[in-house]
């Protein structure tokens, strides 16, 4: 019984097939070809690649969702954005993005004739070449279908704040098997419909792996249906092999999917009650490999795992060679080419123009409708910081104030993001401006819930970061604040996030983008009730093996220098961005002055805690970090009644990367500057937030010698704040015992300073034991403010 | 309207209510109380702790399903293990443990009387005390609940091949929103009736996180149920507050569980047909906070966020100290307790015996149950190496055939883990002894596809890393292989089971238990058509940052040495090992018996590629990693033929901790052996498989500062294995040119050398742009077997 062609005609069935059969024939030749495109004379094994690195079982599917999307932009005047989430998906998005015109508009030596679908087919795969998944180099993308995980995240980040929007997102079958696939399904309760725009989540449904069937491929119908159900969707199903059978089937289902959209927005944004929508997501099960050969060598190849790398592969063969000719001689590319090699006008036509052709979507690429942030003047924040040491802040709460006003001047292209964690951030001043995003049912005792609600709260640090990742990579700007242990959850995403950056710096067509602002907070110095499995401070260990060009690290000792790092961080591009700064009340340092002179430096002596002058240091002591910054001030001021003469330098790094040679990082000290701060010679301390050893490693080409770390080493539990850094060596009095240790000039007193130091830790030690909580000494200590001499 | 009682007596009811009351009680002591435990006197501000640190908001529902549980282990003699997912679940599981007797057998100090019962509060929370988080010290845990998302694969991990084991396993709605415990619910899809146990999930909806309410807790109830059957569970709702209610409509629910349980096993141990079945899951709805206190300071506080953490904090306020003191009464503690702090008998019936206490069963003490492998001789499996560079071969295949036989010997407790690259990581011989673990639907043209398959293959990271802790936490053995990139997805996991094993270190009663064994491949340098994305060697680099006893990482330069280092690591315990070894065909150097014995060292010269005896070196070459073996070895060729005057040695690292000194890791070496191996002032030019820097952060207080690495630097696309090294200076060309700038006896040469080398680069660049491939000379480069002069 021949299916209705409704809502296709004739012509255009007939038309849209052969763009799909086009598109077909353009990926095979990306995969095997280096000559002989338009296949004018016979297939011989030199015009083969010597390599066969592609991947074929994604791409049939790929290019039949883009033609019909490419329908629908023409059909309902759409703006689309295409993710295509399936690993090695790469031939199919650059097929038909040449096929529209948008590919040669931004790699204009690949021509849209014959000798350009020569280098099409060249290029790929090849050393140095176009990426076998989608990347950065791709027209349109704004997604890396590597890892796999993260489409719909990113989808759904692309259309916050973007209503005009719709982000169709290819979500192939093994991508829905990963963690954060499958929790992503679940944004739909964050999508605004009268504000935000519209996710077409498209699951492909094409039953392989690389060598295993696909979970959602092999339950039954109904529980398929009941899961998407279950997840908030409405599911649409376009199940076939027919071609002809199946461009119906999509053509229709597309249509009520765009309809369901429209219908949701117009009632939204027309009437008075907004209710979480059941949006609509189309579920497409189609052969892997579909339209490549049924059978190789008598294994079946076409809907089998089989065809997910490259299908024919023995090209010393000549039935193999034959196979391959045969294969892409059934897409008829006379039908779909001129001589000439320009595809024939009536298939160009179904493109849709300009800008709404998907490769040429500016939300795709970010940078290029980016708007500077209105940033209120950050001094304005100040904390009134009347001596060193003389008042004290919650750090991350002085920045609320900032962020707060960030939010009220750019309430429609800034966002900030957390696992559940912003008021526990004390970053709750965010929420006298906006409220808690939430589409899902609210009750009267709700804290600042709201579907307009900019402050983007789920419990997975994955959403967290891909939402951001989407928002800022169609232009916006945000930041994302989370516990520190919990950060290395994304790691993996950020490395992506890295790598792309890093590529973008090479593609000039790419503009750039607002820097990826991570606030680390809640850090290991003080999870008093969380305890050791709170306590990891190495995303910065993570973070540096990224490259320098794209990665900056700051760790701000007070509030004033917080606000000066984050306006500086909020202005940047194209960067990754880490700042680490306490949440508890501390003892602020820097008078707003001070801070950004300070911050822009970004390392520094403290005048006020060192009295090497005039003369020569007989130690250089150094903290990066909050906590051990008060350690070691605590332990100057120990040093400086127990050994007046010791003339002490004290050194303050907010900008990490300072410490690496200049010809590493870009924001890096030279030799000599160094020197000048660190001496050549002296004893250098240095109190660090994380791991110690890091510091060795971005320090091992200076000069000194002479560097001891004192950091995190993987100890600690429950217990209180002083606690915590006696555990690992971190505390003043181990850094005045490390001090005597190493200085010469306090050899005949060294015995006597090191004993009363232990004696002061057997003292907290029984203190902790009996009372449970810090010593009086500890809790009380507060910079003396003297003057150096 | 009275709710049947059924499946109740009257006094059943009573007396498990009066255990859940003795349970919250304890809970609410341990989070407020230093002294007073029983209440004997008016509560004072002086039996309250000084800092309150507790949670309270997940305890009396975790402390509701504990009693349930018992109730049913002791009607249907079940052999069930409790996993507690909720962060800040601790508390609970104390004082349950204490009841049922099991916590005072491990802590003989903490009594069962009212001297226990003020130890077992003040304990809790206070600096070294016990953890907020369930946590290794807790009895009857195999899982931290700290981070959130892996409860639900540690529960599948446990019972996989325990055919008797339940795994009772509590998922908070906080962290069924994290991405790993969206996706573990396909767990079920792995879980073999016939041979493994069963888990029984109970999601329990208390509806908040820190300040936020939860997704699942806010759509509708045919959503979440759609959702569950969507997933394949068949969902048993028990909700509402009425505690005697709630009790009866528990038990009905754990009895049709146990019942639905215990009839799939059933079918499928008696049967012939083995299909998927649709296991039970609980989805208890109940208040946050349940029974805590329902206001405070006129803000509702029970089935509230706010009654997430300490409901009542501010304790210099009398009228709190009075709640505090209602509402420890309001679970009439003298009804509960003897004078003597006992838990009257009636109520201590309740628990079950022995090994079926939940705080006892030795599946949650895993290394208890540890049978060593059987383990073939992995000599069995060597590749011939006539001479070193003699004969080629993958050594991740020959690793597959030692793999094969030791689980042919070892058919019930051990299995391989790896996100559907098993067969692309060249394990495939595996599938001689057994096939993929696949309960969900199969087909004739599937791949080695079986219910009793016990090659773990799910497209989630998360999943392998989580099913194969469960699994060795159990007691058994395994192996994770996976692409070196994307081992980051579970850094986080990977912390927090170092944590784990560290702190079981420091407790006597965790007996030990295998290794987690991890299998880098697919790595850095072979990416040749994935590309940049999937280039990323600093997993190494984030595991060395815990601490040493717990971590090893090997690299072995070919077959043989793999075989040595994996019949190692599978034999060892509690620690974490990680292997990095290609899968692509290479050289091979060592000889059996060479392999054995430069593996147990881990370090040492390879005299066949040393020129320096007798005498001195003029410098020394090293290399960790097969790629950069290849290289180095390459690179010592041409030095022959360039400077044969040149007197060289070369070390191999296997076993990458031996460079860290002796202080900081137990394989480090001592001083002395490192400059006999390095020499204190040689140049020494280091080629590594990672990031250079970490072998600077390693040997950072070694004496000879005259190291120089190369390694990867985050250069890579899409290209040929020759490219790879060279786009990152790794190449033997780059070290050739490294050692002419470097060593002092080369000056008159050094530039001809250089000259020579650049010429070769050059040529190699155009050779792949032109052909798309290495030269022949890369491509037929053979060692030359010369020996030593």
């Not at 070449?129 to 704004?142: N, Q």
């Not at 320098?548 to 984050?566: E, F, G, H, S, W």
């Not at 005048?607 to 350690?631: F, I, K, M, Q, Y």
């Not at 791991?691 to 770390?709: E, M």
């Amino acid at each position: 019984m021949p299916v209705s062609r409704i809502p296709l005609t004739a012509d255009e069935l007939e038309r849209m097939n052969a763009w799909w059969r086009a598109a077909n024939y353009l990926s095979v030749g990306q995969i095997y070809l280096r000559d002989n495109p338009l296949l004018k004379t016979p297939l011989s094994r030199s015009d083969i690649k010597p390599r066969l690195l592609g991947h074929w079982g994604t791409t049939p599917g790929l290019n039949f969702i883009y033609v019909h999307m490419n329908r629908a932009i023409r059909q309902h005047d759409l703006n689309m954005i295409f993710i295509a989430g399936p690993g090695h998906g790469g031939p199919a998005v650059v097929a038909n993005t040449w096929l529209e015109g948008s590919y040669s508009e931004l790699y204009p030596e690949v021509t849209a004739d014959e000798e350009g679908m020569r280098r099409l087919f060249r290029q790929f795969s090849v050393p140095g070449g176009v990426p076998s998944h989608a990347s950065p180099h791709t027209p349109g993308s704004i997604h890396e279908g590597g890892e796999l995980g993260y489409a719909l995240f990113h989808a759904y980040g692309a259309v916050f704040d973007n209503r005009y929007l719709i982000a169709c997102c290819v979500v192939g079958d093994g991508e829905a098997e990963t963690g954060p696939l499958a929790t992503a399904w679940h944004s739909n309760k964050f999508l605004n419909p009268q504000t935000d725009g519209a996710v077409l989540p498209i699951l492909h449904l094409n039953g392989y792996k690389i060598a295993n069937p696909t979970i959602l491929a092999r339950i039954s119908h109904d529980e398929l249906e009941s899961l998407f159900i279950g997840y908030g969707y409405q599911p649409i199903f376009v199940e076939g092999e027919d071609p002809e059978t199946m461009h119906c089937l999509m053509a229709a289902a597309v249509d009520t999917a765009v309809a369901d959209i429209q219908s949701i927005q117009r009632k939204a944004r027309e009437g008075d009650v907004l209710t979480r929508p059941r949006w609509p997501l189309i579920i497409l099960r189609s052969p892997k490999g579909w339209t490549g050969p049924q059978k190789v060598d008598g294994k079946k190849s076409e809907g089998s795992w089989r065809s997910h790398q490259v299908p024919l592969a023995a090209m010393d063969r000549p039935e193999h060679v034959q196979l391959l000719a045969d294969w892409m001689a059934s897409y008829r590319p006379s039908e779909l080419f001129d001589d000439a090699g320009w595809l024939r006008p009536g298939i160009a036509a179904l493109a849709p123009v300009g800008e709404r052709r998907m490769g040429a979507n500016p939300h795709a690429n970010g940078g290029a409708l980016l708007r500077d942030l209105r940033l209120p003047d950050f001094r304005d924040y100040a904390v009134d910081v009347p001596t060193p040491g003389g008042s004290a802040a919650e750090a991350t709460r002085t920045l609320g104030a900032f962020l707060r006003d960030v939010m009220r001047h750019n309430p429609d292209n800034f966002r900030v993001f957390g696992p559940d964690e912003t008021a526990s951030n004390r970053l709750d001043a965010l929420f006298d401006a906006t409220n808690r995003s939430w589409m899902a049912e609210r009750l009267d005792d709700d804290d600042h819930l709201a579907p307009d609600g900019r402050v983007m709260e789920m419990l997975s640090e994955h959403a967290c970061q891909g939402w951001l990742e989407g928002y800022l990579l169609s232009g916006r700007h945000g930041l994302f604040s989370c516990y520190e242990a919990f950060i290395h959850i994304v790691d993996s995403m950020f490395n992506q996030h890295a790598k792309w950056l890093k590529m973008c710096d090479e593609i000039p067509w790419r503009r750039p983008i607002a820097s990826l602002n991570i606030l680390l907070t809640s850090h290991v110095w003080r999870q008093d009730h969380n305890g050791f499995s709170h306590q990891d401070p190495g995303f910065i260990d993570h973070v540096v093996n990224k490259k320098a060009d794209v990665i900056r690290v700051y760790l701000p000792p007070d509030a004033n220098t917080l606000l000066c790092v984050a306006d500086r961080c909020l202005q940047s591009r194209n960067l990754v961005n880490v700042i680490v700064a306490g949440k508890q009340p501390e003892w602020q340092w820097l008078a707003m002055d001070a801070a950004v002179k300070h911050a822009e430096v970004g390392i520094g002596r403290w005048e006020w805690a060192c009295n090497d002058r005039p003369g020569e240091a007989d130690v250089v002591l150094a903290s990066a970090g909050d906590v051990p910054t008060l350690e070691m001030l605590a332990a100057i001021d120990l040093l400086h009644q127990l050994a007046p003469e010791l003339k002490i330098r004290y050194v303050n790094v907010v900008d990490l990367m300072t410490l690496q040679p200049q010809e590493e990082h870009p924001h890096g000290l030279s030799d000599a500057e160094f020197n000048t701060l660190f001496t050549a010679d002296k004893p250098i301390i240095f109190a660090y937030h994380g791991y110690p050893w890091l510091i060795h490693r971005l320090t091992y080409r200076r000069a000194n010698p002479n560097l001891h770390v004192r950091g995190y080493t993987e100890e600690g539990t429950t217990t209180t704040p002083f606690d915590m850094v006696v555990l690992n060596n971190l505390d003043r009095f181990h850094l005045v015992i490390d001090v005597a240790k190493r200085v010469p000039q306090l050899q005949a007193k060294a015995a006597r300073i090191k004993q009363a130091m232990y004696d002061r830790l057997k003292r907290h030690t029984r203190h902790i034991l009996e009372h449970g909580e810090d010593m009086p000494e500890i809790q009380g200590w507060q910079w003396p403010g003297r003057s150096p001499e």
